[in-house]
């Protein structure tokens, strides 16, 4: 298996412009995961889909943030409008069931820079 | 809510130096405590899941234990190779998200 696919790898854009993320998780799961990890903050859970479906949206920082999971193969995060204080790395993870066995299959991420 | 607290920070060994990394949580039902590797511009690697004090875990050179309140990473004889960051994690109430800690960056020297 290809394992948890993410683009882009980097991303540099500036403020104000729109920013799209895309996850393909590992087929066969059905619960997915973004993730924001950052050095003063460390790894913060934003959202989560189980079956396609958002169940918990708490950690979206604000509006400007939103997610989609159209089908079981694809998600997306976006950004709009980006600030640089959104610079972080951002994961995909994805898991058979809910995340409570603890095994979490992650991307390895997007690095996004806002200038 | 539930905090995971990791400790230290960072920790330089000299290979062959054998050490332990803690991970404090408080949360109101422990439903597991997990254990990840991360490298650098990598995403987090899972290694171990404890659920009940008392538990151990084992996988080559690294060793996991679980009490009442923390769990220990032991980390036995370590190589170069060994050197990441080793992130701790907690399952929520519903036992469907994922907390995680700040994280033990690990260096291991030759």
């Known amino acids: 298996d290809a394992g948890v696919i993410q683009s882009p790898r980097h991303e540099v854009t500036e403020m104000g412009q729109e920013v799209t993320l895309r996850c393909k998780p590992i087929s066969g799961h059905n619960s997915l995961f973004w993730y924001r990890q950052t050095m003063m903050r460390g790894l913060e859970l934003l959202i989560y889909f189980n079956n396609n479906v958002p169940i918990d949206d708490s950690g979206m920082p604000e509006d400007r943030f939103s997610a989609k999971m159209p089908n079981a193969s694809f998600s997306t995060l976006k950004i709009q409008p980006s600030e640089p204080r959104d610079s972080a790395v951002y994961f995909c993870a994805s898991s058979k069931g809910t995340s409570g066995r603890g095994e979490l299959f992650f991307g390895e991420g997007s690095r996004l820079t806002v200038l | 809510e539930d905090q995971v607290t990791q400790s230290p920070e960072a920790l330089r060994l000299q290979e062959g130096e054998s050490s332990s990394l803690n991970c404090s949580y408080t949360?109101?039902?422990?439903?597991?405590l997990f254990w990840y590797r991360q490298d650098p511009g990598k995403g987090p690697e899972f290694l171990f899941t404890?659920?009940?004090a008392g538990e151990e875990k084992e996988k080559e050179r690294l060793k996991a234990t679980l009490t009442k309140k923390e769990s220990f990473l032991h980390i036995t004889a370590p190589k170069p190779e060994d050197s990441a960051t080793y992130l701790c994690?907690?399952?929520?109430?519903?036992?469907?998200?994922?907390?995680f800690g700040g994280g033990t960056r690990l260096m291991v020297k030759p």
């Open positions: 404890l659920y009940s």
């Open positions: 949360v109101s039902g422990l439903r597991g």
């Open positions: 994690a907690v399952p929520n109430n519903a036992g469907n998200m994922l907390t």
